[in-house]
């Protein structure tokens, strides 16, 4: 990361990039239909050339005045456009939790880049719903604002996202910026005074409603016996928060303790019980290998040592055909008679 430089030619961007939403389904295997580049207009240059924000002071900070223009209340992430290497970049996700800034393939292309130009990055990443990714390179480019210039290494990870690129806290820092999703602005300090950039929540809402159409296969069952009105705000409920469930083990490993944190009741009296081993057929196995290499892998569960406590896999075919790999925990459930949470 360097220091933000300025950059006085103040040139027009060479395009915009623009990811365009659609439905599932419609959009084949053809990424030139998910991301265009579009040259601006002269009347968009001369605009471009006149846009300047005025700030009163240097103290960096955010008031009611900044909310004007924005719905509020509202839970929107805070996605801007910014220009990079030359192009106007839309659906850009501002995020001050991460500590790299990602670019998604799409967007790699549609900045004219070539694989060549990647740079070894060998560290896999998160993603959003826990699962490792390993990136498959890295790359030095300058993003503008105003007169300001700073080069920042994106790391480039093949993934769906609804945006086209995240900026996280290198960029943040180095420009000096603070950022606010309720006012919906970034304001950072150039020249004596105060610039900022503002959000886009319609973006924003389209990129909450491309990510949520991406859970269009999971099913909530809802009793049909509820009253007409309480069925309907109940679905309502479910499908505008449908981001915050997990639908497999696999979307939520590894939460923090201090979040969340459930302990057995065991009874002290009680003495760890040895299952004896049982011998499970060659597809069991294999079943139980193949769950147990997951859950590994995505941080959900750990090796441990200890021989006086062990139970026995369970397997069961679901209706759908696959296995089903549980833990008999019958002896460590008759160790925890007043648990409300007894163990599957």
Not at 115 to 123: N, Q
């Amino acid at each position: 990361m360097q220091e933000p430089r300025k950059d006085v030619s103040l040139r027009p961007p060479t395009g915009t990039i623009h990811v365009i939403l659609v439905a599932l389904g419609r959009t084949g295997s053809f990424p030139s239909r998910v991301l265009s580049v579009a040259r601006l207009s002269a009347e968009d240059r001369e605009r471009e050339f006149k846009m300047s924000i005025k700030g009163s002071s240097l103290i960096l900070g955010f008031s009611d005045e900044d909310k004007r223009g924005t719905i509020q209340p509202h839970d929107d992430a805070l996605v801007v456009t910014l220009r990079i290497r030359g192009f106007d970049v839309r659906r850009v996700l501002v995020d001050p939790g991460s500590v790299v800034e990602v670019m998604y393939p799409d967007l790699y292309k549609g900045l004219n880049l070539r694989p060549e130009d990647l740079t070894a990055y060998d560290s896999p990443l998160i993603s959003f719903k826990g699962k490792t990714v390993v990136p498959k390179g890295q790359i030095r480019l300058p993003i503008q604002t105003r007169l300001e210039v700073v080069e920042v290494d994106f790391i480039v990870v093949d993934a769906y996202s609804p945006y086209t690129a995240i900026v996280a806290r290198p960029w943040i820092h180095a420009l000096e910026v603070i950022s606010s999703t309720l006012h919906q602005k970034v304001k950072y300090p150039s020249g004596g005074q105060v610039e900022e950039i503002r959000g886009d929540q319609a973006m924003a809402r389209q990129c909450m409603v491309a990510a949520i159409s991406r859970q269009s296969n999971a099913e909530s069952l809802v009793g049909s016996e509820l009253p007409p009105q309480e069925k309907e705000e109940l679905v309502g409920f479910l499908r505008r928060n449908v981001d915050v469930f997990a639908w497999d083990a696999y979307d939520a490993p590894g939460v923090n303790p201090s979040l969340i944190c459930h302990y057995l009741n065991v009874n002290p009296s009680f003495i760890p019980k040895k299952q004896p081993l049982r011998r499970p057929s060659k597809e069991h196995a294999s079943a139980v290998r193949d769950e147990v290499t997951k859950l590994k892998k995505e941080g959900a569960i750990k090796e441990v040592f200890y021989p006086e406590c062990l139970a026995n896999t369970v397997v069961v075919r679901k209706k759908t055909g696959k296995w089903q790999v549980c833990v008999d925990f019958t002896d460590l459930n008759k160790a925890c008679p007043k648990d409300p949470f007894p163990l599957p």
